[in-house]
């Protein structure tokens, strides 16, 4: 049986943290939507162009914060696509910690922290420069965002910010419970003995679990690097696939479910194929 209180207060405070971040986030869009006007919204599209190495940059920092606010940042079209590609590929989830408190060598580290951040920048500036990919859908159009999420923003913009952050935790908690208990039932062995001493479909098997919107694929991979049990191909395609709670946001708050699938494809592909680049460099 699953420990239901540890399950509880872990998925409790991994929703948590997400609140400032997310808060923050829907409060500029909140204002973006009110005040900024036209002027602004052609200032951001302006500002695309170095969207992904910003994004690239603040995805490499430890906290899957930065995924959720791009997620949602993207579904009222402040930032690009090619933006949140970099976010997602670059951020670090758990890995960071775990290869810290795992005594591994700061070379190591920061060469994995480094790979991560500019494979996702040079990803990210690609998808935006492919005709019909990144500019899907029209940028800056965040009303149409408030609209769908039935924020009630005619009440101000401290209302609908807390509005649209309050429906979010939600439905991340339940979400992460409901993971977890499943997890909790399988073991973490479940996902190792997926990529363990499979070195030809390594980045492919490690990709998928790295998708997982939880901590424990990242986990795993990382546990697995360290221990030998898989080479940094496969750890890379896995830990570059795997962007937090950021798909799960993504999937909540934007509506275009056909533009998610493409998206989960891009990360999903994207991640397998640097893990292999990885292996090729060696």
Request: hydrophobic share 50%; net charge negative.
């Amino acid at each position: 049986m699953p420990n239901i209180l540890n399950i509880l207060e872990d998925s409790l405070m991994d929703s948590i943290r997400l609140i400032p971040f997310l808060f923050l986030t829907y409060l500029a869009m909140e204002y973006l939507e009110h005040s900024a006007g036209k002027g602004m919204q052609k200032w951001l599209q302006r500002r695309d162009k170095a969207g992904p190495l910003i994004g690239g940059l603040l995805g490499a920092v430890p906290q899957c914060g930065f995924s959720a606010s791009a997620a949602g940042l993207y579904a009222g079209r402040v930032i690009s696509l090619g933006t949140l590609m970099a976010v997602f590929l670059s951020t670090s989830d758990e890995m960071l910690p775990i290869l810290i408190s795992e005594g591994a060598p700061v070379g190591s580290i920061l060469g994995i922290l480094v790979a991560k951040a500019v494979l996702g920048v040079a990803a990210g500036l690609i998808v935006d420069l492919v005709p019909g990919l990144g500019k899907s859908r029209k940028q800056g159009d965040i009303s149409e965002f408030c609209e769908e999420g039935h924020c009630h923003c005619e009440k101000g913009i401290l209302t609908g910010a807390l509005t649209h952050t309050l429906q979010i935790f939600v439905f991340i908690l339940l979400v992460s419970l409901g993971l977890n208990v499943i997890l909790d039932l399988a073991g973490e062995e479940m996902l190792a003995n997926l990529i363990l001493n499979r070195p030809v479909a390594g980045p492919l098997l490690s990709g998928l679990v790295g998708m997982i919107p939880n901590c424990a694929g990242s986990v795993v991979i990382t546990r697995l690097y360290l221990d030998g049990a898989m080479g940094l191909g496969s750890a890379m395609a896995g830990l570059l696939a795997g962007s937090g709670v950021g798909l799960l946001v993504l999937f909540r708050v934007n509506h275009h479910r056909g533009e998610n699938l493409k998206i989960m494809g891009l990360l999903y592909g994207i991640g397998v194929l640097g893990g292999i680049l990885v292996n090729f460099i060696g």
